[in-house]
Nanobody
Framework: VQLVESGGGLVQSGGSLRLSCAAS????????MGWYRQAPGKQRELVAA???????NYADSVKGRFTISRDNAKNTVYLQMNSLKPEDTAVYYC?????????????????WGQGTQVTVSS
C-alpha cells in the first residue's frame, strides 16, 4: 500500500492550499484517514482525521480554518487549508488505517505518506 501526497507549497499568510493524498495497492477497505504535521524541532501532531463514515476531528489550532474530506471510491483524503498562518508551516503527512486481504485472512496496518512541505510566509 502506498500513500502519495500532493498540493504542498509556499503561500502568503492568509492564503489557502489544498492537500490531497491517494492510497493505492492491496486495499480492501480504509478505516480512518488523517493528516499530521511536523514542524522543525517539534513532535508530529494530529491536524485532522476522518472516519470512513465521515466523522471528523480537528486540532484546536486549525478548527474553523481547515476542512478534511475524503472520497472513498478513490481512496483519497483531502485537506483544505484556509486563512493560513506562519505557524502552520510544517511537513504534512497523510496517514491511513488500511485493511488488506491476503488469501482468506485480513490484515490491518497503518500507513504513512512521504510528506509534503507547507510554508506560510508572513
Amino acid at each position: 500500500v502506498q500513500l502519495v501526497e500532493s498540493g504542498g507549497g509556499l503561500v502568503q499568510s492568509g492564503g489557502s492550499l489544498r492537500l490531497s493524498c491517494a492510497a493505492s495497492g492491496s486495499i480492501f477497505s480504509i478505516n480512518a484517514m488523517g493528516w499530521y504535521r511536523q514542524a522543525p524541532g517539534k513532535q508530529r501532531e494530529l491536524v485532522a482525521a476522518i472516519t470512513s463514515g465521515g466523522s471528523t476531528n480537528y486540532a484546536d489550532s486549525v478548527k474553523g480554518r481547515f476542512t478534511i474530506s475524503r472520497d472513498n471510491a478513490k481512496n483519497t483524503v483531502y485537506l483544505q487549508m484556509n486563512s493560513l498562518k506562519p505557524e502552520d508551516t510544517a511537513v504534512y503527512y497523510c496517514n491511513a488505517d488500511v485493511v488488506s486481504l491476503v488469501g482468506w485472512s485480513s490484515h490491518r496496518n497503518d500507513y504513512w505518506g512521504q510528506g509534503t512541505q507547507v510554508t506560510v510566509s508572513s
